[in-house]
């Protein structure tokens, strides 16, 4: 399928996202006009600056009028509020979706508020850094990346066709899926190891025999892997876990088990358990690799060609 052009996009929030989104529409060439909201006037002027949206506007509403394409960039906790303040600004036959790691709480919030005739379709780019704001995106930030969309029963089939084009043209891969088992499967890919991160990170932060500069100057490339994901918006990760409650609820169990599993293990010395479990996880990694989703080359944080994909700041 050829790429699709849009005469208008709206960009609602200009962060590492939206502004990887705007560069890589430039690079496409998806949109004659990008057109850009955010709530700081100081972001809106860089994004101007940058040089990835067209115009910015103070409202939402102002930015999404004849946007062919709407794409809600901001924290999923704040998705039905936008939504409700350009419901009445969207015009027949728009796309409207978002850019969340978590569905079934978007299609919650924001589709009370999808005029007739406006095609909702929740989506999620598989793609982060732990880096934030309107100077952190990068037009690559989606190469070789899924994305993930999840439409409503009863949706245009045109419609998820032109998104999907959209996202290819971004560099993505699309994949589409039912929204429940989309946050279920996010809930063990990407929840569950941020909020161990945040844990892990939180719990050398409070150690009392282990001081602060220690944990900084010898950390090894584990530890230094972990801060990376624990670096990752703070806005972002609450609301995901807020809106994603009993997936992440359940993997935590799991987790627990397996964790209480592997305690006993070093507890009692069985060796071949502990073989047999660092000898599976570790085949994990190489069918990773082997996806073409890392490379095998570890770098341990140095010098990555672009900010390293991981902690996803896409919400």
């Not at 794409?71 to 906790?77: E, M, N, R």
């Not at 670096?231 to 992440?248: F, G, H, Q, Y």
């Amino acid at each position: 399928m050829s790429a699709p052009h849009f005469d208008k996009v709206a960009l609602i929030g200009l962060g590492l996202i939206g502004s990887s989104l705007g560069h890589a529409m430039k690079r496409a060439g998806l949109a004659k006009h990008i057109a850009g909201h955010a709530r700081s006037e100081a972001t809106r002027k860089r994004a101007l600056e940058i040089g990835f949206v067209d115009s910015v506007h103070g409202s939402a509403a102002d930015a999404v009028r004849d946007a062919g394409l709407v794409i809600l960039c901001t924290p999923v906790g704040a998705l039905g509020a936008i939504a409700a303040e350009i419901e009445p600004h969207l015009k027949k036959g728009t796309i409207l979706t978002d850019v969340g790691s978590v569905k079934l709480a978007v299609i919650r919030d924001m589709g009370p508020h999808v005029p007739q005739g406006v095609h909702f379709i929740p989506g999620h780019p598989i793609a982060g850094t732990e880096e934030s704001g309107p100077d952190s995106g990068f037009p690559e930030l989606f190469d070789n990346r899924w994305c993930i969309l999840t439409p409503v029963p009863g949706t245009d089939h045109e419609a998820v066709e032109k998104l999907s084009a959209f996202w290819t043209a971004c560099g993505s891969t699309v994949d589409v899926m039912e929204p429940k088992h989309h946050d279920l499967v996010l809930a063990i890919v990407s929840h569950l190891p941020h909020i161990i991160a945040y844990n892990i990170v939180g719990t050398a932060s409070d150690l009392e025999t282990v001081t602060q500069s220690e944990v900084i100057k010898y950390s090894a490339s584990g530890f230094r892997d972990f801060t990376r994901l624990a670096a990752s918006d703070p806005t972002m990760w609450r609301d995901v876990c807020l809106n994603n409650k009993e997936p992440i609820l359940e993997m935590l169990a799991r987790f627990s088990e397996d964790l209480t599993a592997l305690q006993r293990a070093i507890r009692w010395g069985d060796g071949d358990k502990l073989f047999d479990l660092f000898t599976r996880t570790r085949a994990i990694r190489r069918s990773i690799v082997d996806a073409g989703q890392d490379i095998a080359a570890p770098n341990f944080g140095r010098n990555p060609p672009h900010p390293k994909p991981g902690g996803e700041s896409n919400q």
